[in-house]
T-cell receptor
């Protein structure tokens, strides 16, 4: 099993550009989520999904969109990138219940 | 929203010294999870504590959940350079069989040989 995969690993955007961060998992997990990690801030939840077709907002959802059309994939869209979105983005998945979350390797995004 | 506070933010020890990080909540936690993130890496699950006063050990790591379920600690005995990283506690908030995680800001551990 590949676990949780994320692409790209690195990305540089100009202010106002849009892009999609990809996340996929092969563990048949229903729950998937996106976090951003900024220095000294820990990990903050952006959006999450409890199954195909079901998404909800986390702590810092503004500027991001998500959709979940399949169990495996959970892309994160930046509609109009801003320098404040410079961060490391992690995707995670878990099975049902308060179980451990499996994190992907992350995408390091810089917005200039 | 609910927050978990971690202290210290940073600790630098000599190899062989012990290390402890603390996680505190103003409200009662149902469970608590601990994760480790190596420099440049991603968070990796270490353990989940569920019961009041629970103590679990993983080799040199000892995890404890407070009696009131408002605090937790991770203690590393005789640190090694492989222990370098940031240790996070996380509060799983449960909704209909799933849980979202609220992370503390982490304790960064540096171990000098």
């Amino acid at each position: 099993n590949a676990g949780v995969t994320q692409t790209p690993k690195f990305q540089v955007l100009k202010t106002g550009q849009s892009m999609t961060l990809q996340c996929a998992q092969d563990m048949n997990h229903e729950y998937m989520s996106w976090y951003r990690q900024d220095p000294g801030m820990g990990l903050r939840l952006i959006h999450y999904s409890v199954g195909a077709g079901i998404t909800d907002q986390g702590e810092v959802p503004n500027g991001y969109n998500v959709s979940r059309s399949t169990t495996e994939d959970f892309p994160l869209r930046l509609l109009s990138a801003a320098p404040s979105q410079t961060s490391v983005y992690f995707c995670a998945s878990s099975g049902q219940g308060p179980y451990e979350q499996y994190f992907g390797p992350g995408t390091r995004l810089t917005v200039t | 929203g609910q927050q978990v506070m971690q202290i210290p933010q940073y600790q630098h020890v000599q190899e062989g010294e012990d290390f402890t990080t603390y996680c505190n909540s103003s409200t009662t936690l149902s469970n608590i999870q601990w994760y480790k993130q190596r420099p440049g890496g991603h968070p990796v699950f270490l353990i989940q504590l569920v019961k009041s006063g629970e103590v679990k050990k993983q080799k040199r790591l000892t995890f404890q959940f407070g009696e009131a379920k408002k605090n937790s600690s991770l203690h590393i005995t005789a640190t090694q350079t492989t222990d370098v990283g940031t240790y996070f506690c996380a509060d799983p908030q449960q909704y209909s069989g799933y849980s979202t995680l609220t992370f503390g800001k982490g304790t960064m551990l540096l171990v000098s040989p």
